[in-house]
């Protein structure tokens, strides 16, 4: 299940472009391969955090990962539900289960990200860059 | 089926908390004569602060509780009762002698605010265990106060920035490859710094390439683990040590994995400055639940330095003192030493082995870890190629085409008699199955494993759902763990009803 109107990350966050703002979350790929998520930690409103840094941590009953930013910019909004839910990401990883609102930093940026079909090749031929 | 499949280790009765056994009025106590004076509670104790009973405290008789404890007992699985494979764990038997020198009166009795002159056999005990982790690692100094591996860890980090605030600049962060420790990347942030990830090669191997890109003036250190989770040495380590050194970076190496070379490869001589060892696995002292770690942390001189105070100095009469004038000292990181009855465990069995004894327990460590290497390849997909020392790491590839995971695989080992092996890690290989021997186990204990294994590789082939609905033999099958993480219940709470009494 990968959404075509999406953009996405080797790192399996998916990104939701609207105007100068993205909605961020991980992939259906990343919940399946994590497992049952038990904890979501996301950073408070008004960071500003670079491309490719950590956001924030999800903690599956498997295995600790980081998130990464797929673009630099201000965290708008944060998905503060997923704190006591975190079950969500498991259930709808691309709708309840967005992970933050950023304000785009640096348009050039956009580029670099996966479209759909980029993306669903990718983790076809195994999702992983090793 | 075979005996080991029909035989249940265990009564079959589930068991009710002590809160919940038991019936007001029944008693059980033989308490021993006191050595003390003694004295009315009312001539201690102000009467408005006594009270009579206590609501919901058990009353049991002497049997009801020796049959609990002895039932609770029986359910632990340890290193006494058979082969405990988890892959970087190290869980070796501990010989029976450790415990001896342990509870020696002169030991166990110990006060720690005895003056140096009254310890000077403890601080002996202390010092020459220094020494041989010294010998052991190819280091310099060593200090005993870190209560376990990651502690360790953390220690090391410590006198890795202390050293570098020395020279002037504290630098940022610290490598540490995907294969790494999970605790690797979190020491380094509580140290402060931030953790950049070194992929591994196709060969499971630290990526040469990618640390030279990551590689720049805000670097720290990396932190190794050597052999890796793999198992795979890291043959490139001499050069990696020489590229951190070259922009003035530290070589930290996670000492997790020491099993698998002492006397064979000292990390001193391959260019480590700091590295921790886990006394709780290389050097047979209880691990897990069976008692407190120890995680020593060993360094090069330039370090030496930054170790946590007080070391034990030995004055030119032989004596022992402990030296607290240390300026530029991390500080203290322990109460008390660290886990003193680790480290006289840990020195009798270096001293009953000497140095031909750990290399063999080395050689052995690698020589079972391959002999079940070589039973279990086919049958389980090897996730790399490359020879592996004291342990080795299988994927569930085959098992997951038929619908069975490495989840299923561990829970099924239960009901042949195993603990299972360490799963899910390394994060490198998918669906890991790590597993350890150890060179404790007999042919016999390995190939009972080995068989194991191979019925459960088949099971997954002829009765995926008996794989996948293990474990059968136990008294509570699969629990929730996703749930229980969720919603965390971390009190007993008395069920509803009629008040007692």
Redesign the interface.
């Known amino acids: 299940m990968i959404p075509d109107d999406l953009r996405y990350t080797k790192e399996h966050e998916w990104v939701r472009i609207d105007g100068d703002q993205a909605t961020i979350g991980i992939t259906e790929f990343a919940q399946d ?1 994590l ?5 979501v930690e996301l950073p408070p409103a008004g960071s500003r955090i670079d491309a490719n840094a950590v956001f924030g941590t999800v ?6 990962s980081d998130l990464f930013m797929p673009l630099t910019g201000e965290v708008l909004e944060v998905n503060t539900a997923l704190v006591d839910a ?2 969500r990401v498991n259930e709808d990883p691309y709708g309840d289960a967005w992970m933050i609102r950023i304000r785009i930093g640096d348009v050039s940026e956009l580029d670099a990200l996966l479209s759909s079909e980029d993306y669903g090749r990718f983790i076809a031929a195994g999702g992983s ?2 | 089926m075979t005996r080991r499949d029909r035989v249940a280790r265990h009564a079959s009765l589930n068991e009710r908390l002590v809160f919940e056994k038991g019936s007001p009025g029944r008693r059980g106590s033989d308490l021993s004569a006191a050595d003390f004076p003694r004295r009315e509670l009312s001539e201690l104790i102000d009467d408005e602060l006594v009270r009579d009973s206590i609501d919901g405290m058990p009353s049991l008789a002497e049997s009801e509780v020796v049959r609990h404890f002895t039932r609770l007992s029986d359910w632990n699985y340890h290193v006494d009762l058979g082969l405990y494979p988890l892959g970087s764990c190290t869980m070796k038997y501990n010989p029976k002698v450790n415990e001896k020198i342990a509870r020696m009166d002169g030991f166990a009795d110990l006060h720690p605010y005895l003056p140096e002159s009254l310890v000077q056999g403890a601080l002996e005990v202390q010092k020459r265990l220094e020494e041989c982790l010294a010998e052991i690692t190819g280091m310099d100094r060593v200090t005993l106060q870190p209560a376990a591996g990651a502690h360790g860890e953390l220690t090391g980090l410590m006198m890795v920035r202390a050293y570098h605030e020395s020279r002037g600049r504290g630098r940022r962060s610290i490598l540490v490859p995907d294969s790494a420790h999970g605790t690797n990347p979190a020491s380094a942030r509580i140290a402060g710094y931030e953790a950049v990830h070194v992929p591994s090669n196709a060969k499971g191997t630290l990526d040469l390439d990618a640390l030279d890109r990551l590689t720049n003036p805000d670097v720290a250190g990396i932190m190794v683990t050597n052999p890796n989770t793999l198992g795979i040495f890291e043959g490139e380590i001499a050069r990696i040590a020489e590229r951190m050194h070259a922009i003035g970076a530290l070589v930290y190496m996670d000492g997790a994995n020491m099993n698998a070379m002492m006397g064979v490869a000292r990390p001193g001589d391959f260019g480590v400055d700091v590295l921790h060892l886990n006394l709780h696995k290389t050097f047979s002292t209880p691990h897990g639940g069976g008692g407190p770690g120890a995680g020593p942390v060993a360094v090069k001189d330039a370090l030496a330095p930054f170790l946590p105070a007080p070391l034990i100095e030995r004055d030119g009469d032989g004596r022992c003192r402990l030296d607290d004038e240390r300026p530029e000292s991390i500080g203290r990181v322990k109460a008390f030493h660290g886990q003193f009855g680790m480290h006289s465990r840990a020195l009798a069995y270096i001293l009953a082995c000497g140095p031909n004894g750990l290399r063999e327990a080395s050689e052995t460590a690698v020589l079972n870890a391959a002999y079940v290497r070589s039973k279990l390849e086919g049958a389980y997909h090897l996730a790399y190629g490359a020879p592996t020392l004291h342990e080795v790491v299988f994927s569930d590839r085959f098992q997951a085409a038929h619908g069975v995971h490495v989840m299923d695989i561990a829970k099924r080992l239960i009901d042949y008699g195993f603990h299972p092996p360490t799963i899910a890690f390394p994060l490198v290989v998918r669906g890991a199955i790590m597993i350890e021997p150890t060179e404790t186990e007999s042919r016999e204990e390995l190939d009972a494993f080995i068989d194991a294994m191979l019925k459960i590789a088949r099971e997954c082939e002829t009765d995926p759902d008996r794989v996948r609905s293990a474990p059968h033999t136990t008294r509570v099958g699969r629990v929730d763990e996703a749930e229980a993480a969720r919603k965390p219940v971390l009190r007993w709470r008395p069920p509803a009803g009629p008040a007692a009494n």
């Open positions: 391969e497992g049952d998520v038990v904890f903690e599956s009953v498997k295995a600790v975190p079950e860059e090793s």
